[in-house]
């Protein structure tokens, strides 16, 4: 092997390879007779969701006309953007919010033209017949929106009709078998749906109708979360009562826990259409189990009873099919992908993995496990080391290390073959990716270890992964940098000014000025702050002095700041500001922006742009120069 330093290596995991294989499966994966469905957001046509039809006997074909963009805006995030009846697709597009029926290769408009563009927002149907129930979301001038639960005629012929409001919010509506009872989630502002939700039941008259509204489990400190009913009628959902999400089977006026365990059943809902557990015909449940080791499948029947597969983890969203289930899933040495699982063999198949060449196995970083003490208790993160098999370094080198920050940041990273993940250790970077305190999978407790402490305790928990794989012997700790988007990116600017184990940060689309964000951001995370930081205006102390901007003449590393023009969640004028402050200060500030992209990069071009850019920035504040040709960026 020739010798070179990290940071140096040529790879064959270029940004335009890793964001071709980095296509994301998205939203629900359902099945219709024998069909199996999903959506799939594919960069290099701009970032459009397709949604995709895997027939029985193996055909895989786009569904909708060319151009046809399966995506809602309700609560910004979306989820849930169609459904599929007897052969028949409705689906939200993208660019006007209206829903569709999709047959024939025909689009056809089911919901009303709303009198300003996209301010009539639908999600998560369920269907029962000729019409189905969804979550709506109604959007007006100078007014916060209002979300509720409304009858859609499937035909088109009649303007949805309203069947449940007086909520801040709606979820998860599901009809039983016999669709004579429906089930939904809601929740009131401040509350997020992993802090407090309530279950509904009511019953169903006429055409879509509800009647007899209960509620019948839930509270302002319990969150539930994905109502299901079994063949048999009875209603299900998690709860994390017992400080995990665990399943319950509603009995009457008894909750009868199915499996009690010291892990998830269910995971943080920023999206709709979150299904992690379903049921078989012969009224098995399978469920996917989260826990810090990683995701499994479990049976609950007679007793609990592992599947095994090679994979790691498991998307947000599962379909049955006779004893296969279908589901998004990934391992460290597996590509995200669809597949389908045998429940009773183990057996699986492969529907749709990404584009783009193999990955040899010299190339792949196995991650290790990293505990690492903090003054709460221990906090979690994962280690991807260098591919040190492809050249050899000097022996007192060390190699850099980029401390990934997730966003949320009520979320989790998850292990798996992540072609930007490879696009780094290839080069001779090594990675931890930090579960800091507030993430998800690993309880309620630790959840809200973030409670008030945003800006504190993610920034520290950062700081201390990135001592400890120094004190292993993992990372040069002259040569450290950080990098993250959303509220990752708020980590990463606020560990710059408190920290000085740094040497750069990357921040996408960063949260930079906390009280902006609090009066002047979309309604689902308009009083996410209250419990990250505490209420406002009462407490504008707190949000002052832990916002980024504040700080900004404590910043003395080098900054890269990557922004879509088009973003909705943290407008541009927040990094903006950032860069304008760091500049007059003297710090070297990389500044792109990336017109048409909004919170979350989409596109091909967007996504190769910053991958390069940051790899430009890193090779400069780290003194090497990267084999590859790249852009240059000044800083």
């Known amino acids: 092997m020739p010798t070179s330093p990290y940071g140096t290596w040529p790879s064959p995991i270029s940004a335009e390879t890793a964001t071709r294989a980095g296509i994301r499966f998205a939203d629900t994966i359902q099945v219709d007779g024998d069909d199996v469905y999903w959506v799939e957001s594919r960069p ?50 993208f660019k006007d919010q209206r829903w569709y029926r999709i047959a024939g290769g025909t689009a056809t408009p089911i919901t009303p033209r709303p009198e300003e563009p996209a301010a009539l927002r639908y999600a998560d149907l369920t269907v029962g017949g000729g019409w189905a129930i969804a979550v709506a979301e109604r959007h007006r001038r100078d007014a916060e929106p209002v979300n509720q639960l409304v009858r859609i005629d499937l035909s088109g012929g009649s303007a949805p009709v309203v069947v449940a409001t007086g909520h801040d919010f709606y979820a998860a509506p599901r009809l039983s078998p016999d669709r004579t009872r429906l089930a939904w989630l809601t929740w009131d502002h401040p509350n997020m749906p992993w802090d407090g939700t309530d279950l509904w039941m009511a019953d169903v008259a006429g055409a879509g109708g509800l009647t007899d509204p209960r509620r019948v489990a839930g509270g302002p400190s319990e969150s539930v979360l994905q109502p299901e009913w079994s063949p048999d009628g009875s209603l299900h959902f998690a709860s994390d009562r017992t400080g995990w999400w665990n399943l319950y089977r509603l009995d009457g006026e008894r909750d ?77 040495d597996r590509p995200t992908s669809v597949v389908g699982i045998d429940i009773d063999t183990g057996a699986h198949q492969v529907l749709r993995a990404p584009d783009g060449p193999a990955i040899r196995t010299g190339l792949i970083s196995v991650p290790e496990a990293i505990a690492f003490d903090t003054p ?43 072609p930007e993940r490879l696009f780094w250790t290839s080069r001779g970077f090594g990675i931890v990716d930090v579960d800091y305190g507030g993430s998800t999978g690993h309880g309620r407790a630790y959840r809200a ?38 509220a990752g990116g708020f980590t990463v600017l606020m560990a710059l000014a408190v920290h000085d184990e740094f040497a750069a940060g990357s921040a996408r689309y960063p949260v930079t000025n906390l009280e902006t964000l609090a009066t002047d951001t979309h309604k689902f995370e308009s009083r996410y702050l209250d419990s990250l930081i505490g209420p406002y205006p009462e407490r504008r102390d707190l949000y002052l002095d832990r916002s980024p901007i504040t700080h900004a003449a404590e910043v003395t590393a080098p900054v890269l700041l990557l922004q879509g023009l088009e973003d909705r969640v943290v407008p541009p004028s927040q990094p903006e500001a950032m ?33 390069e850019a940051e790899l430009s920035c890193f090779g400069q504040v780290l003194g090497f120069d990267p084999a590859d040709d790249l852009e240059p960026d000044e800083l």
């Open 44 to 93: 290099h046509e701009g970032g459009r969701s397709a949604i995709v039809r895997r027939e029985a006997g193996g055909a895989t074909t786009d569904i909708g006309t060319a151009g046809f963009d399966a995506r809602t805006r309700v609560h910004e995030y979306g989820g849930g953007a169609y459904a599929v009846a007897g052969g028949i697709v409705y689906a939200a597009d």
């Open 376 to 418: 709460d208790g221990p906090a979690h993160a994962l280690y991807y080391p260098t591919a040190k098999d492809v050249y050899h370094v000097a022996p007192d080198e060390f190699p850099p290390v980029i401390v990934n920050v997730h966003g949320g940041p009520t979320a989790r990273l998850s292990m798996g073959l992540d």
């Open 579 to 611: 860069r304008d402050l760091l500049r007059a200060n003297g710090v070297p500030v990389g500044y792109i922006e990336f017109p048409g992209e909004g919170h979350g990069f989409r596109s091909a071009g967007a996504r190769i742009r910053s991958l």
């Open 449 to 486: 270890r973030l409670k008030g402490q945003w800006g504190v305790v993610d920034v520290r928990d950062c700081a201390l992964a990135a001592a400890e794989v120094a004190r292993r012997g993992l990372a040069d700790p002259g040569r450290m940098v950080i990098r993250g988007g959303s």
């Open 256 to 332: 009868v826990p199915l499996h009690s365990a010291a892990a998830e059943h269910s995971q943080e809902m920023w999206n709709l259409g979150l299904r992690r557990y379903a049921f078989l015909g012969d009224g098995r449940l399978v469920v996917v189990e989260e826990s810090t080791a990683g995701d499994r499948i479990l049976v609950l029947a007679d007793r609990v009873r592992e599947v095994p597969t090679p994979f790691d983890s498991f998307g947000g969203a599962m379909a049955v099919l006779g004893t296969s289930v279908f589901l998004v899933a990934s391992a460290f």
